[in-house]
């Protein structure tokens, strides 16, 4: 049964394949990198990815855990338990990017990928022992654990690419960024269930935690900072050098991060992202399984379905970015957020609808290919090297209180028991993501120009396009 369930990854498969071959049929931007370094480079991405990917899957396992546990934990319990994991992961920023910056991506893939197979193991142990404690106490402790160490892997892969990419190809690294968010969640919900069904509810801990450990010995021996480290020369990747040639404290390299005009609106614009992500992907689990409709195409295949939205919005985003708007991060975002919006009040009128799935799908295409951008992509560009744990610090803390946010307050709205069961009951969730995404859209709008090439050194004003330049982003 488990070998027959993972023959839905053809799908995945042959879309990867396609990605491939488009991709390597686009114009080729030449920055003089060798074949050799672009292979090396490949091998020193390649298992931070993956390794990236399975965080994921060591995240999104409690969506699963949740409906396994049926009644154990209601939705109000649910959202306690992963509103207090997100808030952990969100001011774990603070302390962890900052720490990246210090002592590099490398290390931080490796604490993150340890630590998180440890937490996953202890809820795994309490899963397969038949806890009878307070179990929302429980799992909110091991859950935030499990968090504070996953908040290094976002930090870990952007700080070790920002080395190995220069600006004019990250958009690329944000459709490949994109594609491993993709596969973590194809791994979180998909695997998630085939593993409950196949095995036993502890095992959706226990096996992140097996895969894991092996992805970080593969880490440890594949894995560089810098192209110098992988035996090749390191080079200037053309991104904003704020904070660069100078001994700069935490807390002033933290102060020039928020003194930035653009961090600080993709800081906000994020913060939206957050809660609108979670509000599709886990809620649409969730209303599907208590609504009676957790066996029609889509909730049965949303792994799948959201591991080739986010493939083609990650994809989409990062090739229109680099190809059509010269690597600037802002319009794509505008154009996916239009989405958003357009979508969350298409779903308001369409809770009993069969194609509410669909619609859900193409909005999740739309919200990954925006975060692969900005928090991806744009934390680098404005960022630089030096500072980019920071920055993404900064930036991946925002969309995880906006996740938090979600998770409270949505587990504060949300019917539970009987009510759950009527569509109509749940008209307060797709009507919350529209000022979000109205939101998220006029700040994306206000980014359109930004980008961190070199100019004058006059401060930009946010009130109307604007071009964003290396000096600029020094003052501020």
């Known amino acids: 049964m488990f070998l027959d369930s993972l023959k839905q990854a053809y799908p995945i498969l042959i879309l990867l394949l396609a990605v ?27 298992p931070l990815g993956l390794t990236y990917a399975f965080l994921y899957m060591g995240r999104y396992n409690l969506t699963v ?7 154990l934990m209601s939705n109000a319990d649910f959202g306690k338990i992963f509103g207090v994991g997100t808030i952990v992961y969100g001011f774990a920023f603070v302390i962890n990017g900052p720490l990246t910056d210090k002592m590099g991506g490398r290390k931080a893939i490796l604490v993150s990928a340890i630590g998180a197979s440890i937490a996953n193991f202890l809820m795994g142990l309490v899963t397969y022992f038949g806890w009878t404690g307070n179990l929302v106490l429980t799992f909110s402790v091991l859950y935030a654990l499990n968090m504070y160490f996953q908040s290094f892997g976002a930090v870990a892969i952007v700080k070790v690419n920002s080395s190995w990419f220069h600006v004019r190809e990250r958009g690329t690294f944000g459709g490949i960024f994109g594609i491993l968010i993709s596969l973590g969640l194809y791994f979180a919900y998909d695997w998630g269930a085939i593993i409950t069904k196949s095995f036993s509810l502890p095992w959706v801990f226990f096996v992140p935690t097996l895969i894991l450990i092996c992805f970080f010995m593969i880490a440890f021996a594949l894995v560089r900072d810098h192209p110098s480290e992988a035996g090749f020369q390191d080079f200037d990747p053309g991104d904003a050098k704020v904070g660069e040639g100078k001994s700069l404290t935490v807390v002033q390299v933290a102060k020039l991060m928020f003194a930035n005009p653009v961090i600080l609106t993709i800081s906000l614009i994020e913060f939206c992202s957050g809660f609108l992500r979670n509000a599709i992907m886990q809620l649409y689990v969730h209303f599907s399984k208590q ?10 295949n949303w792994g799948l379905l959201l ?3 986010g493939i083609l919005g990650g994809v989409f985003a990062g090739t229109v970015s680099d190809k059509f708007f010269q690597s600037r991060r802002g319009p794509v975002s505008a154009v996916l957020y239009g989405i958003m919006l357009v979508g969350g009040v298409f779903a308001s009128f369409m809770l009993t609808s ?7 799908v193409t909005m999740s295409m739309a919200i990954i290919g925006v975060h692969g951008m900005l928090s991806g992509t744009a934390s680098m560009d404005f960022g630089g090297k030096k500072n980019v744990g920071t920055a993404v610090g900064l930036i991946d803390g925002m969309v995880y209180l906006g996740t ?15 009510a759950a069961k009527d569509p109509a009951n749940w008209q307060a969730w797709p009507v919350a993501m529209i000022p979000m995404a109205l939101i998220g859209f006029l700040l994306a709008l206000r980014l359109w120009n930004a ?11 946010l009130k109307v396009p604007v071009t964003l330049t290396a000096e600029q982003a020094n003052q501020g």
């Open 404 to 418: 938090a946010a979600q998770s409270v307050f949505y587990g504060a709205i949300l019917p539970n028991g009987d």
């Open 291 to 300: 609504t009676g409709i957790s066996q029609t195409f889509v909730p049965k």
């Open 354 to 360: 069969e194609h509410l799935g669909f619609l859900f």
């Open 307 to 309: 591991c080739c939205a």
């Open 451 to 461: 980008h961190p090439s070199k100019g004058r050194d006059t401060k930009p004003d």
């Open 20 to 46: 491939w071959i488009v991709l390597s049929r686009l114009p080729k931007v030449e920055l003089g990198h060798t074949a050799e370094f672009k292979r090396r480079r490949l091998w020193n991405w390649l």
């Open 65 to 71: 855990s949740k409906n396994a546990f049926g009644d």
